[in-house]
């Protein structure tokens, strides 16, 4: 990967990594919306933004006013009409995170200002570090009002190397287990999720997708199918879609919406990592890389680990499975060589049950539908409780 590349998808990651609130309005005077260039992740932040200029002495009219996100607004002390602009917000909408630009800092108001309720203070003119960091901020804050469901993402370092079967299971099991779930499938190409479950939807991501702002509960409720294990999925478009045509911003709506709607919220993601693919990751409460004791795969794995760190995801975040596992008879590399490799800590393992598997789709059931005595049921099962206490833990 070039540093020019490497250099976009940190930035993209950084700007959006805790964006759970995607709409974001700057409301400033007119001089301080230019950004100089050096202030890249911010300008970011800005060209996606609805932008207002507005001066102190003037009104914020109701046109104005965001109905959710966050709101950047100018305010000063001494112009106590600009004030006023705080209160109008909040009787606009209670679940509008609140952040106040101020060219002269004045801590006592600060305090103030936060202790009524306003999510942060930043100086004016915009710097890069602190818009970006008080949006982030505040819309993790607002994430966390809203009680958004844990997000769980499987990556693979390579095509074929049973992540579908993988998600699909472990989604399912956490459904047994008497979670509400919903497994959203974003391999938007060659994403299979609904022939291990044995559906034929109607509709799939792509309708959630194409909907723009008009997304709601009844479209989510018409495109999801229900699985007997109590399983909701989103099906990936019937139709080959360019991966780079997904639009981040509608995907974190489609996502914020299943969120607020189940306990656990899981994602398959295509083999190809994009811009939008990564801001997911850095959103997620868990990722689970999937690997294999073979060499490319381990590779590609490792190579996977550089680039969430270089992007910013929290390594902390991602755990290792092992598909395939192999023991040191029938191999050459053991779990323990796998640990070392990657510097991490082994997950779990699943056992190879490739026959049962094959079987198991071809009549779109789960391998513990068809056999319950398999290994690969049973490590599956393993993974439900380990992956559950681990979101539990992050969350003390």
């Known amino acids: ?39 890249a992740a911010a300008a970011g932040l800005l060209s996606s933004a609805q932008r207002i200029p507005l001066l102190l002495t003037e009104e914020l009219t109701p046109a104005m006013l965001p109905g959710s996100g966050v709101v950047v607004v100018q305010v000063d002390p001494t112009v106590p009409s600009s004030m006023g602009r705080i209160e109008k917000l909040r009787a606009r909408s209670p679940d509008l995170s609140i952040v106040v630009a101020l060219e002269k800092t004045d801590l006592r108001l600060v305090r103030t200002l936060i ?30 009002e809203v009680g958004l469901a844990p997000l769980v993402a499987v990556v693979r370092p390579l095509g074929g190397g049973g992540a579908t079967t993988f998600v699909t299971h472990l989604a399912a099991g956490f459904a047994e287990a008497g979670h509400s779930c919903c497994l959203v499938d974003l391999d938007v190409q060659l994403g299979r999720a609904t022939e291990v479950l044995g559906f034929a939807p109607r509709r799939t991501v792509a309708d959630l997708l194409d909907a723009g702002t008009a997304i709601d509960e009844t479209l989510l409720d018409a495109v999801i199918q229900r699985h007997s294990s109590g399983l909701g999925l989103v099906a990936a478009p019937s139709d080959i879609i360019p991966i780079e045509s997904v639009d981040r911003d509608q995907l974190l709506r489609v996502l914020d ?52 760190r270089s992007v910013g995801i929290d390594d902390k975040a991602v755990s290792v499975v092992v598909n395939r596992a192999q023991n ?69």
């Open 1 to 39: 990967m070039s540093v020019e590349m490497g250099d976009r998808l940190r930035k993209g990651a950084e700007t959006s990594s805790a964006r759970m609130r995607p709409n974001l309005t700057v409301i400033v005077a007119p001089r301080f919306l230019e950004m100089s260039p050096a202030g």
């Open 115 to 144: 202790r009524g309720g306003v999510s942060d203070a930043i100086s004016l003119p915009l710097e890069e570090d602190e818009l970006l960091q008080a949006v982030l901020a505040a819309a993790e804050q607002s994430r966390e």
């Open 257 to 308: 919406l299943v969120r607020s709607q189940y306990d656990f919220v899981f994602v398959d993601l295509p083999p190809s990592l994009s811009n939008w693919s990564l801001t997911l990751l850095a959103q997620s409460d868990e990722i689970l890389l999937l690997t294999e004791q073979g060499l490319s795969s381990l590779r590609q794995a490792k190579r996977l680990l550089g680039l969430f």
């Open 328 to 396: 040191k008879l029938f191999g050459s590399i053991n779990t323990s060589d796998v640990e070392q490799a990657l510097g991490k800590d082994i997950l779990g393992v699943l056992r190879p049950d490739e026959d049962t598997i094959k079987v198991a789709q071809d009549q779109g059931l789960l391998v513990h539908e068809l056999r319950g005595k398999s290994g690969y049921a049973r490590d599956v099962r393993a993974l439900v409780e380990k992956v559950r206490d681990r979101i539990a833990g992050a969350q003390e």
